[in-house]
């Protein structure tokens, strides 16, 4: 008892609290980048992360709270995520990822035609010079298919390849035994160009057409004579719709048509691509969207992108008093539109690209890969915003395909015969292999060279800044359609010229003021802004166009010159002759009025034109079509031009030295041909069945 009073009176024994145990440093932690549908509630968890409150920034404006939390998008786009984990006594830790929200991709995959095709695990691409599709798997040729005459597309689903041939024909491949399943074929000159699902574009004709087996439809035209045989875009949604683009645009705008079989009938309609009103400078300039070959559907399909480039129209010093520019003539273009409305989404501005050769979303449409022709660039595009978010330089030349599976991308670089793989999902630069997919070369080396010389606009020698090279004006060996003002340049207003029929010996250009196609080096130099391929201690011995030659000085120049006029073998067929490629009775009738009229004396020979020299002057003619803007001539007076070539006629329009006549009833009528209407018809039949010789 005694014991139990003391401790009453004394009280209980000093006793210090235990302090809580330290919380350990806040760590916030996140998945990688993630792809999630709109409007779909989407999963977000802190995972390993360590702290007491976990807040949640989706990047849309909305937060929330919790370990495990859900959030769906209103919107497709790419979100910021951000993540902060804290303890209560203020330490706190952040990270960040990306969500890019899409729209559920259709059930059946959109088709687009290109010069590359992907379909579960293996890769189709074309060769034109071999006369073949090529198969890739795991970064190897595992077989070659020996197609029809010169592919130039492809495009794959439900097992089955498609391959357009430009020489007439289409066919169908079974992809599970690599064997051929059906051919079919057009008529003489239809040329076809592009295919995906069941249609077909053909740029002879300009026609659309569906197929149902062997039987063809022609679903609608979209005439564009001057077509090239590089592939014009085409893209399937389904078997029962399709968009189209016109290679070639009129001065109006880019031309994407739509059409749809719906129940109640055929829906079609027509899209115009507005020219981009600029202003110049050095990162941008204006331009009318043409040369439109690389097209693709969104996953989706409520998107779709139309690219190739874009030709400055409106400058000049006759046109604006300002005179061309390497940066300011042509560049890369590419336009997405809404394909419920037509509307124009959204438009990018290139700076240092050339043409778009190809483009592809990939399989859930949360990137854009944007392969440029002869830049050797491939862009990697945020698809709602088209803000760069990576890419792949020095990639090859002539870069005509571009496919992925979401994880790796591989382009297509047709000059340089290879397929090229790279990693994606990284901010760095990660080449995984380089398949070469010829057996034999089928092009002598200095073609081949002289090809690269052609199309590379990422040379320095060849242009400033990636632009333009031979290939910008001169697509498939054709013309742009195009009247540039060239009035800095001593011209005037100049039409491109097609390369079908280049003089062996000069002279060239409309006003004869080269005499070879390395004369080319003085424009390389003074309107593309390259380096050249002279030193410049030899060009300065040879500067003038008009004086001692160039050929023999450079092999890159001596590839060029013998890559033009390898052309001359490969005019177009026409379409304008019969099916079996005979002349028609009124282009036999239009030869008689031809050589009546004395049409022959200028136009003579086997190549149709006398261009040449008497001595060492050019041999030119006035014929009346000189205007006030048609210029000057190597530093003088143009008092005439050299005769054009007839050869492959019916692709070069317009017509005239400065373009000005639509059809070649108003190129004879400037002529000052004066003809009853029978026989104009006649000799305007005879003109646009001309394909070689007379």
């Given at each position: 008892?005694?014991t ?14 235990t302090?809580e145990?330290?919380?350990?440093t806040?760590?916030?932690e996140?998945?990688?980048d993630?792809?999630v549908?709109?409007v779909?509630?989407?999963p ?7 702290g007491?409150l976990?807040?949640?920034d989706?990047?849309d ?8 939390v859900t ?7 790419r979100?910021t995520i951000?993540l ?6 203020g330490r706190?830790?952040t990270?960040t990822?990306?969500?890019v929200a899409?729209?559920?991709p ?11 095709a992907y379909l579960?695990g293996?890769l189709?691409?074309?060769l034109p ?6 198969v890739v ?5 595992v ?8 592919p ?11 391959v ?13 035994t ?6 079919v ?5 239809a040329?076809p160009?592009?295919?995906?699902g069941?249609?077909?574009a053909?740029a002879?004709?300009?026609e659309?057409?569906?197929m149902?087996g062997?039987?063809?439809y ?12 590089t ?17 070639r645009s ?5 031309v ?11 829906l079609?309609?027509e899209?115009l ?10 990162t941008d300039?204006?331009?009318?969207p ?11 399909g409520?998107?779709?992108?139309v690219?190739?480039a ?5 400058r000049?010093l006759?046109r ?9 003539s042509?560049?890369?273009s ?8 037509g ?13 778009v050769g190809?483009v592809?979303f990939?399989p859930?449409g949360?990137?854009l890969l944007?392969?440029?022709?002869g830049a050797?660039?491939?862009d ?11 890419g ?13 599976d979401?994880e790796?991308?591989w382009?297509?670089?047709?000059l ?8 994606l ?12 997919l010829?057996?034999?070369?089928p092009l002598d080396a200095e073609?081949l060279?002289g090809?690269q ?5 990422s040379d320095?020698?060849m242009a400033?800044d ?7 004006c001169?697509p498939?060996g054709?013309?742009?359609a195009?009247?540039?003002d ?14 079908f029929?280049m ?15 390395q004369d080319?080096e ?10 050249g391929?002279?030193a410049d201690d030899v060009?300065?011995t ?10 023999g000085l450079?092999?890159e120049?001596?590839?060029l010159?013998?890559y033009?006029h ?7 067929r026409s379409p ?8 028609t ?13 004395g ?13 040449g020299?008497?001595g060492?002057t050019?041999i030119?003619?006035?014929?009346g ?7 000057d001539?190597a ?7 050299r005769t054009?070539s007839?050869?492959g ?10 373009g000005?006549?639509?059809t070649l009833?108003?190129?004879l009528?400037?002529?000052g041909v ?6 104009t018809?006649?000799l305007v039949a005879y ?7 007379p």
């Amino acid at each position: 008892m005694v014991t139990l009073l003391l401790l009453a009176c004394t009280g209980a024994p000093d006793v210090t609290p235990t302090e809580e145990a330290p919380k350990p440093t806040p760590v916030a932690e996140l998945a990688g980048d993630a792809v999630v549908f709109v409007v779909e509630d989407a999963p977000f968890d802190v995972g390993g992360s360590v702290g007491g409150l976990y807040t949640w920034d989706f990047g849309d404006g909305e937060t929330a709270i919790g370990e495990a939390v859900t959030h769906a998008y209103a919107a497709p786009g790419r979100y910021t995520i951000r993540l902060t984990a804290a303890w209560s006594d203020g330490r706190t830790d952040t990270a960040t990822a990306t969500r890019v929200a899409v729209y559920e991709p259709l059930a059946t995959p959109p088709t687009a035609s290109s010069a590359l095709a992907y379909l579960d695990g293996a890769l189709y691409a074309v060769l034109p010079d071999s006369d073949e599709v090529v198969v890739v798997a795991d970064n190897a040729v595992v077989d070659r298919l020996a197609v029809c005459g010169h592919p130039v597309a492809v495009s794959a689903g439900a097992g089955r390849l498609a391959v357009a041939c430009r020489d007439d024909a289409v066919q169908f491949w079974d992809l599970a035994t690599n064997t051929l399943l059906s051919e079919v074929g057009f008529r003489w000159g239809a040329r076809p160009v592009a295919v995906a699902g069941n249609y077909v574009a053909l740029a002879g004709t300009g026609e659309l057409v569906h197929m149902s087996g062997t039987d063809i439809y022609v679903t609608a035209t979209l005439p564009d004579p001057g077509a090239v045989a590089t592939g014009e875009g085409l893209a399937a949604e389904g078997a029962t719709a399709f968009y189209a683009t016109r290679f070639r645009s009129p001065a109006e705008g880019g031309v994407v048509h739509y059409e749809e079989d719906t129940d109640g009938g055929l829906l079609d309609r027509e899209y115009l691509l507005a020219p981009d009103p600029g202003p110049d400078s050095d990162t941008d300039a204006r331009g009318l969207p043409t040369l439109l070959g690389a097209i693709a559907l969104s996953p989706d399909g409520r998107t779709l992108v139309v690219a190739g480039a874009k030709a400055n129209m409106d400058r000049g010093l006759q046109r604006d008093g300002l005179a061309l520019t390497h940066e300011t003539s042509t560049r890369a273009s590419l336009r997405v539109l809404d394909t419920h409305t037509g509307g124009q989404l959204l438009r990018d501005h290139f700076d240092n690209r050339d043409r778009v050769g190809a483009v592809a979303f990939t399989p859930l449409g949360d990137q854009l890969l944007v392969a440029h022709h002869g830049a050797g660039i491939v862009d990697i595009l945020d698809p709602f915003t088209l803000t760069r978010i990576g890419g792949f330089q020095s990639v090859g030349v002539g870069l005509d395909g571009i496919a992925t599976d979401g994880e790796t991308a591989w382009v297509l670089s047709s000059l340089t015969r290879e397929l090229v793989a790279y990693q994606l999902g990284t901010t760095d630069e990660i080449e995984l292999a380089r398949v070469s997919l010829v057996g034999t070369e089928p092009l002598d080396a200095e073609l081949l060279l002289g090809a690269q010389v052609f199309h590379a606009a990422s040379d320095p020698r060849m242009a400033t800044d990636a632009y333009v090279s031979c290939a910008s004006c001169h697509p498939d060996g054709g013309g742009d359609a195009r009247t540039w003002d060239f009035t800095d340049r001593g011209e005037g207003f100049r039409d491109t010229q097609a390369l079908f029929a280049m003089p062996a010996n000069g002279p060239l250009h409309w006003s004869a003021n080269f005499d070879e196609v390395q004369d080319f080096e003085n424009a390389i130099r003074a309107h593309q802004a390259g380096a050249g391929f002279l030193a410049d201690d030899v060009f300065a011995t040879v500067e003038d166009p008009l004086g001692d030659p160039k050929a023999g000085l450079s092999a890159e120049l001596d590839a060029l010159a013998a890559y033009v006029h390898s052309f001359s073998a490969n005019v177009p067929r026409s379409p304008w002759r019969n099916t079996d490629g005979s002349q028609t009775d009124a282009g036999l009738r239009g030869r008689a009025v031809f050589v009546a009229e004395g049409c022959d004396t200028c136009h003579a020979g086997a190549e149709l034109t006398d261009a040449g020299w008497d001595g060492d002057t050019p041999i030119l003619h006035d014929v009346g079509t000189l205007l006030p803007t048609s210029g000057d001539r190597a530093g003088g007076p143009l008092t005439g031009l050299r005769t054009p070539s007839l050869r492959g006629l019916h692709a070069t329009a317009p017509y005239l030295h400065d373009g000005r006549a639509p059809t070649l009833a108003e190129a004879l009528t400037a002529h000052g041909v004066t003809l009853g209407e029978a026989d104009t018809a006649d000799l305007v039949a005879y003109l646009l069945e001309l394909e070689g010789s007379p």
